[in-house]
Each structure stands twice: as structure tokens, then as C-alpha cells.
């Protein structure tokens, strides 16, 4: 690879971990917000919309046409998550 086929890699590699950093710090004050509500709740809701949500990016064709076969199991793996019965999660 090229140096700056690198440091895109790189750059992404740092945007991603970021915006990661920023939404664990959105997350973490939302598990002791409210007293009647447990923590794993939120953790369950926050888990079955990021399933959601990351299974419409793979099924974006964009995405979808280069997604190898590791990523399509990892959106199957979500989807049956998201799609799984309250009481079997």
C-alpha cells in the first residue's frame, strides 16, 4: 500500500475509534439517569438500535457489494439479535 492509502486507514481508524470514545461518553451517564429503570435496559435498547441501525449500512448496496463473508455473518448475527424474543436476550 501506498503511504497515503496508509494514512487514510489510518485517519479512519482514528475517526472511528473517536466517535466511538464520544458516544460510550453519551452512553455511560444514561445507565444511572433514572433510578426505576435498570442499567441492562438501556444497554438492551441501545444494543437492538445499533442493530438496527448498522444492519440498514450493510444492506446499503454501496456497502453490501463489498461486504465480505465474516461482515455478512457478523449482520446475520445482529439482525437475529434484533429480531430474537425479549426473554431469549
Known amino acids: 500500500m501506498s503511504n497515503s492509502t496508509d494514512r487514510q486507514f489510518q485517519e479512519a481508524d ?23 429503570v435498570a442499567p441492562t435496559y438501556i444497554v438492551q435498547c441501545l444494543l437492538l438500535t445499533l442493530c ?25 448475527a445482529l439482525a437475529d439479535y434484533r429480531d430474537s424474543r425479549s426473554a431469549d436476550r
Request: glycine share 4%; no cysteine; proline share 6%.
Open 14 to 36: 482514528a475517526a472511528v475509534e473517536q466517535t466511538v470514545a464520544a458516544f460510550m461518553g453519551k452512553v455511560e451517564p444514561l445507565l444511572v439517569n433514572w433510578e426505576a
Open 52 to 76: 438496527r441501525e448498522v444492519s440498514k449500512l450493510v444492506d446499503d448496496p454501496v456497502v453490501r457489494d463489498f461486504a465480505g463473508p465474516a461482515t455478512v455473518r457478523l449482520s446475520n
